[in-house]
């Protein structure tokens, strides 16, 4: 398994940008062995993704993103990172670093099995 710790969460107005970021620890191999993604939840609510990167690079986003959210990864570091702008209220949640040796639907949370705490983004509008 890999070890996630997520960061850059906060409470910011509607229209603002947040960057999450996701360091990752990976015994022998980087980032790029893995896939990684973002998923978030609110209570009472399923974990939903957000963006996901594939280990060869490929890219993929939840529908409600619409082009308002950029994933990337920075190898040399295995830091995973959520740009979020234009950000709404109902980007509320709290946004999960997870990861998986590989990419087999990545919309379904049960099929990654490394997990962060999470952060909080609360968007008021």
């Known amino acids: 398994q890999v070890r996630l710790e997520e960061s850059g969460g906060g409470s910011v107005q509607a229209g603002d940008s947040l960057r999450l970021s996701c360091e990752a620890s990976?015994?022998?191999?980087?980032?790029?062995?893995?896939?990684m993604a973002w998923f978030r939840q609110v209570p009472g609510k399923e974990r939903e993704k957000v963006a996901a990167?594939?280990?060869?690079?490929?890219?993929s986003y939840g529908d409600f993103v619409k082009g308002r959210f950029t994933i990337s990864r920075d190898s040399t570091k295995n830091v995973l990172h959520l740009q979020m702008d234009s950000l709404k209220s109902e980007d509320t949640g709290m946004y999960y670093c997870?990861?998986?040796?590989?990419?087999?639907?990545?919309?379904?949370?049960?099929?990654?099995?490394?997990w962060g705490q999470g952060t909080q983004v609360t968007v008021s509008s």
């Open positions: 990976v015994p022998r191999f980087s980032l790029r062995t893995r896939c």
């Open positions: 997870a990861a998986n040796p590989q990419c087999l639907s990545p919309d379904r949370p049960e099929n990654f099995n490394s």
């Open positions: 990167i594939d280990n060869d690079g490929s890219l």
